[in-house]
């Protein structure tokens, strides 16, 4: 059995359609270390009256990995934000909620289409990392499917922590 440790700023709901849970804010918080820099505007004029310009303001957004997340520690997995997860690629304890079709959603009133509640959370990976790794042909990205997931996901479970990920990643072995 697993520890789930919330570690956004926001309580998190799931309802998995037999009971509904919350897990509270933990008190810490992992986040993204960014560098906002301004850039040039982008000037448009794509509308109907061509005579109409307007200028619209462009940041590029650095990023510098995260804080705030812990070691991995097992049984123990950390809920994070999205854009802390997809930053941590090679951690298999990092997972976000699943904010997609499938969420929640407050139907009326002042919160009107604001998440409630989420059925699930979400992992990423990069095929990137298996490259090298002993799947047969080379992977191609527009042949990516189910079973090349269900593959690295399979691959993924039998590695014990996220550093052996990372090391044997590197080392292309199984």
């Not at 304890?93 to 009326?108: E, F, K, Q």
């Not at 550093?163 to 199984?174: F, P, T």
Request: net charge negative; aromatic share 6%; charged share 25%.
């Amino acid at each position: 059995m697993k520890k789930l440790v919330n570690l956004t700023p926001h309580a998190i709901t799931v309802s998995t359609g037999e009971i509904t849970m919350t897990f509270p804010p933990s008190g810490d918080a992992a986040r993204v270390d960014t560098k906002n820099t301004v850039e040039s505007p982008i000037v448009v004029s794509q509308f109907s009256n061509h005579d109409l310009e307007i200028s619209v303001p462009l940041n590029t957004v650095t990023t510098f990995g995260v804080i705030g997340l812990p070691e991995p520690e097992e049984n123990v997995m950390y809920i994070v934000s999205a854009m802390v997860a997809q930053q941590c690629l090679h951690r298999t304890d990092v997972i976000a909620p699943d904010t997609g079709p499938t969420a929640i959603r407050y139907t009326d009133g002042p919160m009107k289409g604001q998440i409630e509640a989420v059925r699930g959370f979400v992992r990423y990976a990069n095929i990137s990392w298996y490259e090298n790794e002993p799947f047969g042909d080379e992977v191609d990205p527009d042949d990516f499917d189910l079973d090349m997931i269900n593959k690295i996901w399979s691959k993924m479970s039998k590695i014990d922590n996220a550093s052996n990920v990372d090391n044997n990643m590197k080392k292309g072995k199984k």
